[in-house]
């Protein structure tokens, strides 16, 4: 299936990368752009992610296949209410947002009756580096997408996300909204958030630089998340809000336990919280290599 | 300075590349080696990093010019204890500990007036392998090594334990034992402690498989010491008890401002947070590259 017409809403690295990847599976025929950022259109353009820079909105969804929001995830009820008024039966919208409930509760709002034409989705992939320059046609090659589709969907416009997805090289899973939320509040929300916690911890400390001197390999991993966005994971955990506080308490217990148990000197409860930790992530890294799935992600996984 | 005759208690990658690393450099006549393993003694031996393997300890210090204890720091007291009785007035000794207090408290024991000749060290090196095979030459080079000297050691016992992990290739670091261990607890054993407590939590929950099937990049790279061997790390947690408590409670101090920033969704406040963190890390791995300083460490670091 040849997509006629694709609308990207954002060229940077996720919208541009996805473009680029249809292009070269041969499987659009003409992709449109928006953005806030007009440099940034003409670069997409001027790089050949787009066809071209989309200025009204009726032209711009006028024929439209397929779109995807791959711009902020605070800005999608705006973006979804600008296109609301111009969305033709024939055109399905995806996104790419890291959380899912929210967009699915600004989708409801701007879209009203047109909610069926939204598909919500959640590509894990990404790399440190932003913009159109940043946009590559293989990273997605491997890669997981999670669709979160709606009651709402009709089964053909969740295959044609699918198929989309799949001939940018992604593999395709599906979650409810409220289980991705949960799922990704546990292993990339926390962990962000527990990052920058100790990152700010010890630059707080009056004797910070000494601290940092002597900080090795093993911090410079713990702490790579830190060196994301503030404000895009400020906007993440806000929109995830309630499946993160549920998993900062559960965290927020676990480590009181192991307080309770260093205070104690219980060497073997420690032992038995560390050896459980290091047996259970050598099942996983060992399940990873196995399928030889992909093993990069990005700084919003 | 050639020493002429070098003991290393522990033939593993610490020791071992200790001992290598000497040889290399022309730094050292002939390499003893002690350890509890038959096997790794006569793997060392065959493999070139020992030259004869030690039997009866007053043969093995006779004449020693260093000492390096690089067995597990569990072990300190007792491999003091036994060298003690033979020890002669003109060998120094020193160690390759994670933890400084607790193995000064046990040299105090174990070596009573000898103690003057034992300085504390903690080489910041290592890698993911162990036993004599993973020793390597170069090990050291450009790694940091702390020396925790005691206000009993004489200048140029001090000097020699430098001279020899200079003769490796490292820089030479000096902090009083307790400094030591209130550094590498902020910087590296709260985050061996934090790491394993995530992993542990969410392998214990029910849906532990889901959650693991989504964990990707960041995941990987926040828990990466949690593969960590969990008898050294339950030692060296319980070694350094004290100053991973306070590190532990003022991280605790700070998630429980972070909870309550989530849950009243102050966005702005969890950005400073974020941000904050961000900059910090941002400003460390710049001086770091600045400085072209090494970059990698160890499991234990």
Known sequence: MVLNKVVIAGVGLIGGSFARALKQAGAVRTVVGLDRAQ???????????????????????????????AAPVAQTEAILAAMAPYLQPGTVITDAGSTKSDVVAAARKALAGKVAQFVPGHPIAGR????????????YL????????????????????????RATGAIIHRLSPEEHDKVFAAVSHLPHLLAYALVDD????PHADLLFQYAA??????TRIAGSSPEMWR???????????????A???????????????????LERVYGNAQRARHQWITAIETAEAPQSADKAD
């Open 217 to 222: 390999s093993g911090f410079r991993d713990f």
């Open 128 to 139: 440190e580096t932003n913009g159109p320059d940043a946009a590559i046609d293989d990273l």
């Open 251 to 269: 965290y927020l217990a676990q480590l009181t336990v192991l307080r309770a148990q260093l205070a104690a000197g219980d060497g073997s409860g």
């Open 39 to 69: 440099a940034s259109l003409q670069r997409a353009l001027a790089l050949g992610i787009i066809d071209s820079v989309g200025a009204d909105m009726a032209q711009v969804l006028d024929g439209a296949d397929l779109v995807l929001l």
């Open 202 to 205: 010890i630059a707080n400390k």
């Open 142 to 165: 491997g890669k997981k997408v999670v669709l979160t589709a709606l009651a709402e969907n009709a089964a053909a416009d969740v295959e044609r996300v699918e198929v989309a997805w």
């Open 235 to 249: 906007d993440i955990s806000l929109a995830n809000q309630a499946a993160l506080l549920t998993e900062l308490d």
